[in-house]
């Protein structure tokens, strides 16, 4: 997980250039990011990246993003969710069920590819 001082703003900026231009949604106990609100095999998601952001002096603003992959499809996206305070936890549900494939040795909070 990276703790990075960049706005969420920022980084879903670098991510979106990065080809994670998918908005993956909760869809009761699953995700989904396709038109219709067809749900995805959890199973072919991958979590590629996880930034923690905090608020500074406001810890209400603290969030979790998610940059994830479908295996099967291709399709790459962006999942936010509360952190603390604010978590939701039918989202750390269904997070916990998909696999995370974290390269922590490459920086993806600047625009380089």
């Given at each position: 997980?990276?703790?990075?001082?960049?706005?969420?703003?920022?980084?879903?900026?670098?991510?979106?250039?990065?080809?994670y231009t998918e908005d993956f949604n909760l869809l009761e106990e699953n995700i989904s990011?396709?038109?219709?609100?067809?749900?995805?095999?959890?199973?072919?998601?991958?979590?590629?990246?996880?930034?923690?952001?905090?608020?500074?002096?406001?810890?209400?603003?603290?969030?979790?993003?998610?940059?994830?992959?479908?295996?099967?499809?291709?399709?790459?996206?962006?999942?936010?969710?509360?952190?603390?305070?604010?978590?939701?936890?039918?989202?750390?549900?269904?997070?916990?069920?998909?696999?995370?494939?974290?390269?922590?040795?490459?920086?993806?909070?600047?625009?380089?590819?």
């Amino acid at each position: 997980m990276i703790n990075t001082e960049k706005t969420l703003t920022e980084v879903l900026e670098v991510l979106k250039n990065r080809g994670y231009t998918e908005d993956f949604n909760l869809l009761e106990e699953n995700i989904s990011y396709k038109k219709g609100g067809e749900k995805v095999n959890l199973q072919d998601i991958v979590i590629d990246k996880i930034y923690r952001f905090t608020g500074g002096s406001d810890m209400e603003d603290e969030a979790i993003l998610y940059a994830m992959r479908n295996t099967k499809d291709g399709a790459k996206g962006v999942f936010v969710n509360g952190y603390g305070t604010y978590t939701d936890d039918g989202a750390n549900a269904i997070i916990k069920q998909i696999s995370v494939n974290e390269i922590d040795n490459e920086d993806w909070t600047d625009n380089r590819n």
